[in-house]
C-alpha cells in the first residue's frame, strides 16, 4: 500500500530513518507511479 493521500508533502522523519516497509520493485514502482497520475488527472498508459 502506497501513503499518497498528500503527494506534494513529505515529512523529515521519513528520510532520515530510510524506507518505512523496505524498497519495492522497480514493476511496483512504475504501477504506482501510473496509478498516481491517472489519480491527479495524467492521463496514463
Do not use: H, N, W, Y
Request: hydrophobic content about 45%.
Amino acid at each position: 500500500m502506497a501513503k499518497c493521500e498528500q503527494v506534494t508533502a513529505l515529512d523529515k522523519c521519513f528520510l532520515l530513518r530510510g524506507p518505512f516497509a523496505g524498497t519495492i520493485s522497480s514493476f511496483l514502482m512504475r504501477d504506482v507511479e501510473k496509478a498516481i497520475q491517472r489519480a491527479i488527472g495524467i492521463p496514463a498508459p
